[in-house]
């Protein structure tokens, strides 16, 4: 059975720094794109940062110079370090891989950053 789970998140004050983590069990890893995503209470979800199976990243404008997306194939996991986070950067994160017809979400991690 296919499943996908984040970890790593928590409570750290504002300038602080997390690393969430998911991963992929039963599939191919290496060939699905990977993306974060994350939702604050009462917005919607919103797209953060992705890494294709070609190693090419992107960013939002919001995070762009504070986060950074990474894989490691042989782990099927992806990875995204939080740098310099802010009270604004407070949601739950999801990760999301996706393939061909094949479109997986994990259940979310909690990030909250206190001012």
Same mark, same amino acid.
């Given at each position: 059975q296919?499943?996908v789970?984040?970890?790593?998140?928590?409570?750290?004050?504002?300038?602080g720094?997390?690393?969430?983590?998911?991963?992929?069990?039963? #599939?191919?890893?290496r060939?699905y794109?990977?993306?974060?995503?994350?939702?604050?209470?009462g917005?919607?979800?919103?797209?953060?940062a992705g890494?294709?199976?070609e190693?090419?990243t992107s960013?939002s404008?919001?995070?762009k110079?504070?986060?950074t #997306?990474?894989r490691?194939n042989?782990?099927?996991t992806?990875?995204?370090?939080?740098?310099?986070?802010?009270?604004?950067?407070?949601?739950?994160y999801?990760?999301?891989?996706?393939?061909a017809?094949e479109?997986?979400?994990?259940?979310?991690?909690q990030v909250?950053?206190?001012s």
């Amino acid at each position: 059975q296919v499943q996908v789970v984040e970890s790593g998140g928590g409570l750290v004050q504002s300038g602080g720094s997390l690393s969430l983590s998911c991963t992929a069990s039963e #599939i191919e890893f290496r060939y699905y794109g990977v993306m974060w995503y994350r939702q604050a209470p009462g917005k919607q979800r919103d797209w953060v940062a992705g890494l294709t199976s070609e190693f090419r990243t992107s960013y939002s404008d919001s995070v762009k110079g504070r986060f950074t #997306i990474s894989r490691d194939n042989a782990k099927k996991t992806t990875y995204l370090q939080m740098n310099n986070l802010r009270s604004d950067d407070t949601a739950v994160y999801y990760c999301r891989l996706r393939f061909a017809r094949e479109d997986l979400w994990g259940q979310g991690t909690q990030v909250t950053v206190s001012s």
